[in-house]
């Protein structure tokens, strides 16, 4: 039951109302019998820091998701040194926010799940779910290739990802194409990348994920290629996230894949 001694994490974002991560956590929470709830807030830009800073002297933390990524890592301190361009976990410790990127965790863990195709990933976009991909290709030791509608933007984020120790190579053969944006979203969105446009041989990892499955992926399985939707990605960070918070507590990551599957189905 919430009582006033309930503790709230909470997803701040823009669009929130489809995001899994409240059942995802709540199912954790609940299975574990912790006084915690997840909730889903969809907030301006100027209200992020107001709300980051409160959820974390109330002694709660969350998530940051579209389009705050990239102000998260403003407000909060880097929990590990190192360039820091993104966040997506943030929590409370000796008075101060305190900001992590587990998206590299959940995007290492599409690869994975792909198989992990060796070469180059083209990564669609250049928000914070590409900062966070930019820091997978450091761990998973790939250059990267960068698309984008905006050739500054491009340009500016080519620059940070070499700031990270990414190499930035547009000749290298590319085994893997990750959508960053927030493209798939809407039944009305165009595909991040014509299937046509794929390079030979590459899989995909989408980052969005729906019920079924986002056109892009549909469209990508049905030319006989390998890809996968943003679920992999949204238990494996999920995960992450919840360890951070409770770092002497074992995430019960059966339990959050169940509630995701349940409502995915």
Request: aromatic share 6%.
């Amino acid at each position: 039951m919430i009582s006033g001694r309930t503790r709230v994490f909470a997803l701040l974002g823009n669009p929130v109302a489809h995001s899994l991560s409240p059942a995802m956590h709540n199912a954790a929470f609940q299975a574990l019998g912790l006084d915690v709830v997840y909730v889903a807030l969809r907030c301006d830009a100027g209200q992020v820091p107001a709300l980051m800073e409160t959820l974390c002297q109330a002694g709660g933390g969350g998530n940051l998701t579209v389009p705050h990524k990239r102000l998260g890592a403003r407000v909060a301190r880097a929990a590990e040194p190192g360039p820091w361009i993104a966040c997506n976990t943030f929590w409370e410790d000796q008075g101060s926010v305190i900001g992590a990127s587990t998206d590299a965790v959940g995007i290492l863990a599409g690869w994975d799940h792909l198989g992990r195709p060796p070469g180059a990933w083209l990564i669609v976009g250049t928000g914070g779910s590409a900062a966070g991909a930019a820091q997978a290709a450091v761990l998973a030791g790939a250059p990267v290739m960068v698309r984008s509608r905006s050739a500054e933007r491009r340009l500016g984020f080519e620059a940070e990802c070499r700031s990270l120790g990414v190499v930035v190579d547009d000749a290298a053969p590319a085994g893997l194409v990750l959508n960053c944006t927030p493209l798939g979203l809407k039944d009305t969105d165009p595909i991040p990348l014509a299937v046509t446009e794929l390079p030979p041989g590459a899989a995909v990892l989408d980052l969005v994920y729906r019920r079924g499955e986002t056109r892009w992926v549909g469209a990508v399985r049905a030319a006989g290629r390998r890809a996968v939707d943003g679920r992999v990605v949204l238990l494996a960070q999920g995960v992450a996230a919840f360890q951070r918070w409770f770092p002497r507590v074992r995430a019960p990551a059966e339990v959050m894949d169940a509630a995701l599957r349940r409502a995915l189905a």
